[in-house]
Protein backbone atom coordinates (compact mmCIF):
# COMPACT_ATOMS: atom_id res chain seq x y z
CA UNK A 1 0.00 0.00 0.00
CA UNK A 2 1.50 3.51 -0.86
CA UNK A 3 1.92 5.86 1.51
CA UNK A 4 -0.62 8.03 2.40
CA UNK A 5 1.65 11.43 1.77
CA UNK A 6 2.78 10.09 -1.10
CA UNK A 7 -1.40 9.83 -2.80
CA UNK A 8 -1.61 13.52 -0.96
CA UNK A 9 0.91 15.13 -2.40
CA UNK A 10 0.09 14.83 -6.24
CA UNK A 11 -3.53 15.96 -5.28
CA UNK A 12 -2.83 18.95 -3.81
CA UNK A 13 -0.58 20.03 -6.75
CA UNK A 14 -3.24 19.05 -9.06
CA UNK A 15 -5.48 21.12 -6.97
CA UNK A 16 -3.08 24.26 -6.59
CA UNK A 17 -2.66 23.99 -10.89
CA UNK A 18 -5.66 23.63 -11.31
CA UNK A 19 -6.47 26.89 -9.53
CA UNK A 20 -3.66 29.11 -10.99
CA UNK A 21 -5.35 30.76 -13.67
CA UNK A 22 -8.52 31.49 -11.39
CA UNK A 23 -5.12 32.89 -8.68
CA UNK A 24 -4.26 35.02 -12.12
CA UNK A 25 -7.86 36.45 -12.64
CA UNK A 26 -8.16 37.40 -9.12
CA UNK A 27 -4.95 39.11 -8.42
CA UNK A 28 -6.13 41.63 -11.48
CA UNK A 29 -9.02 42.57 -9.25
CA UNK A 30 -8.88 46.32 -7.70
CA UNK A 31 -9.21 45.92 -4.01
CA UNK A 32 -12.07 48.89 -4.39
CA UNK A 33 -14.36 46.09 -6.02
CA UNK A 34 -13.45 43.52 -3.07
CA UNK A 35 -16.34 44.20 -0.15
CA UNK A 36 -15.47 43.76 3.34
CA UNK A 37 -16.04 40.50 4.30
CA UNK A 38 -16.53 38.42 1.24
CA UNK A 39 -13.93 35.72 0.55
CA UNK A 40 -10.50 36.59 -0.39
CA UNK A 41 -10.86 36.18 -4.69
CA UNK A 42 -14.69 35.30 -4.55
CA UNK A 43 -17.06 37.56 -6.49
CA UNK A 44 -18.89 40.83 -5.04
CA UNK A 45 -22.00 40.62 -3.69
CA UNK A 46 -24.52 42.60 -4.90
CA UNK A 47 -25.99 43.67 -2.12
CA UNK A 48 -24.02 46.65 -0.31
CA UNK A 49 -24.70 48.18 2.89
CA UNK A 50 -26.86 51.84 3.46
CA UNK A 51 -23.97 54.80 3.53
CA UNK A 52 -24.79 55.37 7.47
CA UNK A 53 -24.30 51.80 8.50
CA UNK A 54 -21.46 51.19 6.96
CA UNK A 55 -20.21 54.76 8.57
CA UNK A 56 -20.65 53.06 11.83
CA UNK A 57 -19.53 49.75 11.67
CA UNK A 58 -15.91 51.16 10.34
CA UNK A 59 -15.90 53.16 13.26
CA UNK A 60 -16.83 49.99 15.65
CA UNK A 61 -14.28 47.55 13.51
CA UNK A 62 -11.30 48.38 15.13
CA UNK A 63 -12.58 47.57 18.79
CA UNK A 64 -14.36 44.53 17.64
CA UNK A 65 -11.45 43.04 15.87
CA UNK A 66 -9.64 43.47 18.75
CA UNK A 67 -12.34 41.62 20.70
CA UNK A 68 -12.97 38.86 18.00
CA UNK A 69 -9.37 38.38 16.75
CA UNK A 70 -7.89 39.35 20.13
CA UNK A 71 -4.51 41.36 18.69
CA UNK A 72 -3.39 44.06 16.61
CA UNK A 73 -1.20 43.57 13.45
CA UNK A 74 -0.54 40.00 12.58
CA UNK A 75 2.20 38.00 11.90
CA UNK A 76 2.14 35.29 8.96
CA UNK A 77 2.61 32.40 11.52
CA UNK A 78 -0.12 33.98 13.49
CA UNK A 79 -2.78 34.07 11.05
CA UNK A 80 -3.94 30.29 11.29
CA UNK A 81 -4.69 31.07 14.64
CA UNK A 82 -6.13 34.70 14.78
CA UNK A 83 -8.71 32.88 12.23
CA UNK A 84 -9.58 30.05 14.25
CA UNK A 85 -9.70 32.16 17.24
CA UNK A 86 -12.35 34.31 15.32
CA UNK A 87 -14.68 31.64 14.72
CA UNK A 88 -14.75 30.52 18.15
CA UNK A 89 -15.54 33.36 18.79
CA UNK A 90 -18.65 34.14 15.91
CA UNK A 91 -19.58 30.69 17.33
CA UNK A 92 -20.03 31.16 20.44
CA UNK A 93 -21.43 34.79 20.53
CA UNK A 94 -23.63 34.33 17.50
CA UNK A 95 -27.03 34.30 18.83
CA UNK A 96 -26.91 37.48 20.95
CA UNK A 97 -25.07 39.33 18.17
CA UNK A 98 -27.39 42.19 15.99
CA UNK A 99 -27.05 43.44 12.72
CA UNK A 100 -24.40 45.50 13.40
CA UNK A 101 -22.28 42.81 15.37
CA UNK A 102 -22.73 40.93 12.20
CA UNK A 103 -21.58 43.85 10.37
CA UNK A 104 -18.53 44.78 12.77
CA UNK A 105 -17.27 40.66 12.30
CA UNK A 106 -17.50 41.41 8.76
CA UNK A 107 -15.25 44.16 8.79
CA UNK A 108 -12.88 42.36 11.13
CA UNK A 109 -12.82 39.22 8.60
CA UNK A 110 -11.94 41.64 5.76
CA UNK A 111 -8.84 42.97 7.58
CA UNK A 112 -7.64 39.60 8.57
CA UNK A 113 -8.37 38.46 4.56
CA UNK A 114 -6.19 41.96 4.01
CA UNK A 115 -3.02 40.45 5.97
CA UNK A 116 -3.82 37.13 4.18
CA UNK A 117 -3.71 38.55 0.81
CA UNK A 118 -0.37 40.28 2.00
CA UNK A 119 1.03 36.79 3.28
CA UNK A 120 -0.36 34.22 1.86
CA UNK A 121 2.40 33.21 -0.39
CA UNK A 122 4.56 31.83 3.19
CA UNK A 123 1.64 29.93 4.74
CA UNK A 124 1.65 26.20 3.85
CA UNK A 125 -0.38 24.86 2.23
CA UNK A 126 -2.51 23.27 5.14
CA UNK A 127 -2.78 26.93 6.66
CA UNK A 128 -4.65 28.53 3.37
CA UNK A 129 -6.99 25.63 3.53
CA UNK A 130 -7.70 25.90 7.08
CA UNK A 131 -7.89 29.73 6.62
CA UNK A 132 -10.42 29.25 3.61
CA UNK A 133 -12.50 26.85 5.73
CA UNK A 134 -12.70 29.72 8.76
CA UNK A 135 -13.93 31.87 5.64
CA UNK A 136 -16.48 30.12 4.29
CA UNK A 137 -17.32 29.47 8.41
CA UNK A 138 -18.58 32.29 8.97
CA UNK A 139 -20.15 33.50 5.61
CA UNK A 140 -22.20 29.97 6.77
CA UNK A 141 -23.21 31.02 10.02
CA UNK A 142 -23.51 34.55 8.75
CA UNK A 143 -26.12 33.24 5.89
CA UNK A 144 -27.65 30.93 8.34
CA UNK A 145 -28.79 33.87 10.79
CA UNK A 146 -30.08 36.09 8.17
CA UNK A 147 -32.10 33.40 6.94
CA UNK A 148 -33.44 33.15 10.69
CA UNK A 149 -34.12 36.11 10.74
CA UNK A 150 -36.26 36.12 7.88
CA UNK A 151 -38.48 33.40 8.71
CA UNK A 152 -39.17 34.86 12.37
CA UNK A 153 -40.23 38.00 10.57
Known sequence: MPHPLKLTLPLAVLL????????????????????????????????????????????AAPTT???????????????????????ETCQAQRRSWSES?????????????????????SLSLQERLNIRSAQAEFHTLQGARKVKNRLDN
Open 16 to 59: LAAGAPARAQIANVPDSLRRAGELVGSRPSARRPAGARARSTVA
Open 65 to 87: AAHLLGTDPARATDLPGLYEHFI
Open 101 to 121: DWDAAANALARLNQRYDQVRT
